[in-house]
């Protein structure tokens, strides 16, 4: 039985991690993200291939496994899938340079609650992991924007949305300064080049973002654009 990111994250970064990665220098690099995490030396298990991945996952418990996808003995995706049959508990994020929507959508079928792209520098990736202990669901930027392109292109396949349907109005308004915000993550911007566009710190923009997901009630950057739109916010 699947269960919800949030029921999943109470401990993500206390608990040991699991890298599954075949690659040396990522794997020393995963090593340097997964540092600035937690609340010592991390305790991390690694895996070259899905083989190992399984066994130590029957073995030991832990807070979270980084996946790539490119492994020697078949796809993450397998593994994830896997994962979620036999061990749900266990959130699962793909760090991939993969991002063919293929491969990105089966991940995400999968049980994926997360897919970062290795493009990002290790600050980023840092970041985008620690949302996870506020329930977030980190998506790359440039991966998000591809979703919504997706969901742009698929717009006269869904239905109608009539005038009782409509959502009710925030309960609490966007800030002018939010709502630009919003407008850039909506064109798939990543912290760093808010940042840059609006003059501000990368931790003022961390905090813009952490505002609008709490207005908007969701726990990404595709809910948040995707709920933007229906409210009327973005054009």
């Not at 690659?23 to 540092?35: F, K, N, Q, T």
């Not at 990404?220 to 009327?232: D, F, I, K, M, P």
């Amino acid at each position: 039985m699947s269960i919800s990111p949030s029921e999943a994250i109470e401990a993500v970064f206390l608990n040991p991690s699991l890298v599954v990665e075949d690659d040396p220098a990522m794997r020393e690099r995963l090593g340097r993200v997964l540092s600035t995490l937690g609340g010592g030396e991390p305790q991390i298990a690694w895996a070259d291939s899905i083989a190992t991945a399984k066994e130590l996952l029957d073995a030991r418990s832990f807070g979270i496994a980084l996946v790539d996808i490119g492994l020697p003995d078949g796809s993450g995706v397998e593994l994830i899938d896997w994962m979620q049959t036999l061990h749900p508990k266990v959130p699962a994020v793909v760090i991939s340079a993969w991002r063919t929507e293929e491969t990105i959508f089966a991940a995400l079928r999968a049980g994926a609650i997360g897919y970062l792209l290795k493009e990002r520098d290790d600050l980023e990736l840092g970041i985008a992991l620690r949302s996870i202990e506020q329930g977030g669901s980190p998506i790359d930027p440039a991966i998000a924007r591809h979703i919504l392109g997706w969901l742009a292109a698929q717009r006269p396949l869904l239905p109608a949305v009539s005038v009782a349907d409509a959502p009710a109005p925030l309960p609490v308004a966007l800030t002018p300064r939010e709502r630009k915000i919003l407008e850039l993550v909506a064109q798939g911007l990543s912290n760093r080049d808010m940042a840059e566009s609006l003059s501000i710190s990368r931790l003022t923009v961390e905090c813009h973002t952490k505002n609008i997901y709490r207005k908007l009630a969701v726990s990404s950057r595709t809910e948040a654009v995707y709920q933007a739109r229906r409210h009327g916010l973005l054009h």
